[in-house]
């Protein structure tokens, strides 16, 4: 069982930066994937960014080149730096946090409770 603890949300002017943060706790797997996904009213959950335990990255195109994401002090938190923000950009964000076999199959998964971000124009 893995607990995630999701801050840094909030309401920010276009152009703005933000920085989400979320911490994993529990029955840490040594290989994993963290990610933030997004959902926007009326849209389905999309995918932001993530990292693996191996230093890989992937972004959504909307974002890439704006938003950062790394990992925190704790090798099991995870942060995503949102650069110009734009309208576009407001969501629920949810963190996720997978457990993987070295082959990267998904073991098990855990999904946080989501924190709005609002980007005013």
């Known amino acids: 069982q893995v607990q995630l603890l999701e801050s840094g949300g909030g309401l920010v002017q276009a152009g703005g930066s933000l920085r989400l943060s979320c911490a994993a706790s529990?029955?840490?797997?040594?290989?994993?994937?963290m990610g933030w996904y997004r959902q926007a009213p009326g849209k389905q959950r999309e995918l932001v960014a993530a990292?693996?335990?191996?230093?890989?990255?992937n972004y959504a195109d909307a974002v890439e080149g704006r938003f950062t994401i790394s990992r925190d002090n704790a090798e099991n938190t995870v942060c995503l730096q949102m650069n110009n923000l734009k309208p576009e950009d407001t969501a629920v964000y949810y963190c996720?946090?997978?457990?993987?076999?070295?082959?990267?199959?998904?073991?098990?998964?855990?999904w946080g409770q989501g924190t709005q971000v609002t980007v005013s124009p």
């Open positions: 996720k946090y997978s457990g993987t076999d070295y082959l990267g199959r998904i073991l098990a998964y855990y």
């Open positions: 990292l693996t335990s191996g230093g890989r990255t």
């Open positions: 529990g029955s840490i797997f040594s290989v994993n994937v």
